[in-house]
């Protein structure tokens, strides 16, 4: 099956500062998403990109399919952004998503 | 987007007693949905695929018998942990394709189970 790997693992940023996580994937996709999950475990649907690039309020991502990567943006970061961060994928059409490790992201006051 | 719901969102039983998790679509109808488990500071891990009036596929390694998934309805798939002991306490994800929006996973809030 398709391996999904994320980066970085952790990232502590400072309350107003610009990140970028990561996610490779070994095979072509054709369902990739970015799911934010808050402290009560619930995963929040933030993008879904199979190619191409799309954003949302301060969020944006990028995925570069003939190069086997995604990138999420989080610009402007605020404290509710804290939490854990997953990238998913899939290679086939009616299967589900393969999860990536998650990237923990901490943003302080 | 879709709406998939949870219910219980948590559940402490005692070893040996049997919980059942639902999971449902709330506006759109699923053929098929997918069961995830997740333990503490872990990525999600995909236990069974649920089938709308036929027979769940489990992934390597998940007991069958342990997990016994039913799909009865296109809105509805249930998860029924069977004789629970302390190691199946986890959080319990399930998740659906609604086909308006063409490929995208939906996730339901989750269940977290305790077993004392």
């Known amino acids: 099956g398709i391996q999904v790997e994320q980066s970085p693992p952790d990232l502590i940023l400072q309350e107003g500062a610009n990140s970028t996580l990561r996610c490779n994937f070994s095979?072509?996709?054709?369902?990739l998403q970015w799911f934010h999950q808050n402290p009560w475990g619930q995963l929040i649907n933030l993008f879904y990109i199979p190619s191409g690039t799309k954003q949302n309020g301060r969020l944006s991502a990028t995925t570069v399919a003939t190069e086997r990567y995604s990138l999420l943006y989080i610009s402007s970061s605020q404290t509710t952004d804290s939490g854990v961060y997953f990238c998913a994928a899939s290679n086939s059409g009616y299967s589900t998503l393969t999860f990536g490790k998650g990237t923990m992201l901490l943003v302080s006051p | 987007g879709a709406v998939v719901s949870q219910h219980p969102s948590r559940v402490i039983c005692k070893s040996g007693t049997s919980v059942k998790i639902e999971c449902r679509s709330l506006d759109f109808q699923a053929t098929t949905m997918f069961w995830y488990r997740q333990f503490p500071k872990q990525s999600l891990m995909l236990m069974a695929t649920?089938?709308?009036?036929?027979?769940?596929?489990?992934e390597q390694g998940v007991e069958k018998d342990k997990f016994l998934i039913n799909h009865a309805s296109l809105t509805l798939s249930t998860l029924t942990v069977t004789s629970a002991h302390p190691e199946d306490s986890s959080f319990y994800i399930c998740?659906?394709?609604?086909?308006?929006?063409?490929?995208?996973?939906?996730f339901g809030e989750g269940s977290r189970l305790t077993v004392l």
């Open positions: 998740s659906a394709r609604d086909r308006r929006h063409t490929g995208e996973l939906f």
């Open positions: 095979d072509s996709v054709n369902n």
């Open positions: 649920s089938n709308e009036g036929s027979k769940a596929t489990y």
